[in-house]
């Protein structure tokens, strides 16, 4: 198969495309359910409040890992059976957590919940990387997916759990579960006729750094969300009004993702993640010095935290796309940012003292010098690819 063959875009239609992003909606949903399901989880004694972080990036560990393996094990031609059993089978895993109790067996059961919502992405990952826009594509997903989990979070806490009990939220998250049962027959049947041809790879030296750099940016972005509420009550919120900085983080995620969409076919990559290394590294370094009792000032912070989160992640995928066009580095992005999501809120746990929290940001900070380091790195390789005499192996 030539390279123009390789490289051209499977031409899914409308119907197609809006299924599988509502399969990746459906896969991702939990992780924006975490700190009201799992809050509710220990509320009731199902878990310890020290098992909460391990049961929540459990499944997110899951999730990254499954994307992998999902393409080792999977078939591409049976993309509609792999939807309906994984479907069927991650409801039932929802509404077993309802019976499991303690750290050991909901880690456990989420866990696989994570492996199961994985075989979902995956379909979502394969039809985002061979439509013909995959990163204006990619930031569109990002934008829907968190709707949705802001949507769902909200009708949860505020109305269905205070009416009928914390079971009803899992029971929630089984019945949607279900909904890409409705979508069977407009999941795509082919993925292109190159698509057997792309397998995920690092590629190389270059490949490797790409994928580092979403990792990294999630490590830091992981880490500020996951200790969002004792930042805010350290800088002198109260307990309720933390939340409120919950809410300000989604919002601006939706402007963020919606802005990336777009500015995402005209921005060049490695410049944009730059500035993104910039702004981390500032929100890091505010947060950890400003005084007790600055409220604006830390909510401002919050706000560009969620615009950049969500800004960012669809250039991870053009990133990706410039250093191998035929989209294998791509395909693992998913993976990269997951598994730091749930990496760097783990290594930010082993700088906390108690209640005290006043390291996290520079934790945060931290992971985005890593950022800067793997953009530098790619962009050290390129500047010595293109010296390489031609005959010379390419790394």
Excluded at 98 to 104: E, F, R, S
Excluded at 114 to 126: E, K, N, P, S, Y
Excluded at 136 to 159: D, E, N, P
Excluded at 259 to 275: E, G, Y
Aim: net charge positive; with cysteine.
């Amino acid at each position: 198969m030539n390279d123009a063959a390789i490289n051209a875009p499977a031409a899914f239609s409308r119907s197609e495309i809006a299924s599988a992003l509502l399969l990746g909606c459906v896969a991702l949903m939990m992780l924006g359910l975490q700190p009201v399901l799992l809050g509710e989880l220990v509320n009731r004694q199902r878990i310890s409040l020290e098992g909460v972080g391990i049961v929540a990036m459990g499944e997110i560990f899951a999730l990254g890992l499954g994307v992998i393996v999902a393409e080792k094990v999977l078939p591409l031609g049976r993309l509609r059976e792999t939807t309906a059993c994984a479907s069927v089978l991650l409801a039932g895993v929802n509404l077993l957590t309802l019976v499991a109790k303690g750290d050991l067996a909901c880690t456990a059961v989420r866990l696989l919940a994570g492996l199961l919502a994985a075989a979902l992405f995956w379909i979502t990952t394969m039809v985002i990387v061979r439509a013909a826009k995959p990163d204006r594509l990619a930031g569109i997903f990002l934008t829907l997916q968190t709707a949705v989990q802001a949507v769902v979070a909200f009708c949860l806490a505020r109305w269905l759990m205070p009416a009928l009990g914390w079971q009803s939220g899992f029971v929630a998250v089984a019945g949607l579960s279900l909904l890409p049962l409705t979508v069977l027959n407009r999941i795509p049947l082919r993925l292109g006729q190159h698509a057997e041809a792309v397998k995920p790879s690092v590629v190389s030296m270059r490949g490797l750094f790409a994928l580092l750099v979403p990792f990294a940016q999630m490590c830091a972005v992981g880490t500020l969300w996951a200790y969002l509420d004792p930042l805010g009550q350290a800088a002198g919120f109260t307990a309720s009004n933390a939340q409120v900085l919950v809410s300000l983080v989604l919002l601006m995620q939706l402007v963020g993702g919606s802005v990336a969409s777009v500015a995402v076919r005209w921005w060049r990559a490695p410049v944009t993640l730059t500035v993104g290394v910039v702004l981390f590294l500032a929100i890091g370094l505010a947060m950890h010095s400003l005084p007790i009792g600055r409220l604006a000032a830390f909510a401002a912070l919050c706000g560009l935290f969620g615009f950049g989160w969500l800004f960012l992640m669809p250039f991870h995928v053009r990133l990706a796309f410039d250093v191998d066009p035929q989209g294998r580095v791509a395909l693992l992005v998913p993976a990269a940012q997951l598994l730091g999501s749930a990496f760097g809120p783990l290594t930010a746990s082993f700088s906390v003292s108690g209640d005290q929290v006043t390291h996290i940001p520079l934790v945060a900070s931290g992971f985005a010098l890593l950022v800067g380091a793997s953009l530098l790195a790619l962009r050290y390789r390129a500047s010595e690819s293109v010296l390489r005499p031609s005959g010379a192996s390419q790394d």
